[in-house]
C-alpha cells in the first residue's frame, strides 16, 4: 500500500529574526477556551492580533508560534493559525512549534505540574542551536503567562 504525508518545511537564513508568539491566552482569549471553542468553529482570539503580527512580519521577522499543546493536537492548531482572518489581515504564515509528547502528558504538564516552560525553554534552545553561535535569532516574545516570559528570557 502507500501513504500520503504532508509536511511544513522551512528553510531559515541564518540571518533571520524571530518573534515567538504563544497561541493559547495570547492569540485566544483563553487557555482552556482557546483549545476549545476554535475547535467548534467559534472564534476566540483577541481582536486585532491578525494585523499586530501582520505588521510584525511586513517588518521582516519570522513569526514562529510556539505552544506547549501536544502533537495531537498539531492539525488543529496550524489549520487554526492559517485560517484566522480579521477583517483583511491573516495571520501570517509561520512555524508552529509543538510538544512532541501526546495529550495526557502535555496537560499534566500544563494543567497539574504547571510547567510548560520546561518544554518550551528546551525547544527554543534546541532552535537556537542550529544558527552561528554568535547569532541569536529571536528578538521578541509575546505571552500571557509568566512561565512565557521565563522562556523567551531563557534563550
Known amino acids: 500500500g502507500s501513504a500520503e504525508l504532508k509536511a511544513y518545511v522551512y ?3 541564518w540571518r533571520t529574526k524571530i518573534v515567538i508568539s504563544d ?11 482557546g483549545h476549545l471553542l476554535p ?3 467559534l472564534d476566540w482570539s483577541h481582536p486585532g492580533i491578525a494585523q499586530l503580527l501582520t505588521n510584525i512580519r511586513q517588518n521582516n521577522y519570522l513569526i514562529m508560534y510556539l505552544s ?28 508552529v512549534i509543538i510538544s512532541p509528547h501526546g495529550l495526557l502528558p502535555s496537560l499534566y504538564r500544563e494543567m497539574i505540574l504547571r510547567r510548560p516552560h520546561e518544554f518550551k525553554i528546551a525547544t527554543l534552545q534546541d532552535i537556537r542551536a542550529l544558527f552561528p553561535p554568535d547569532w541569536n535569532p529571536f528578538y521578541a516574545g509575546f505571552g500571557n503567562r509568566d512561565t512565557d516570559e521565563i522562556s523567551y528570557k531563557e534563550v
Open 68 to 95: 506547549s499543546r501536544s502533537i495531537g493536537q498539531a492539525n488543529i492548531t496550524r489549520d487554526f493559525i492559517n485560517s484566522l482572518v480579521q477583517g483583511e489581515h491573516r495571520m501570517p504564515l509561520g512555524p
Open 39 to 41: 475547535a467548534m468553529g
Open 11 to 13: 528553510y531559515l537564513p
Open 23 to 33: 497561541i493559547d491566552g495570547t492569540i485566544t482569549k483563553s487557555d482552556v477556551l
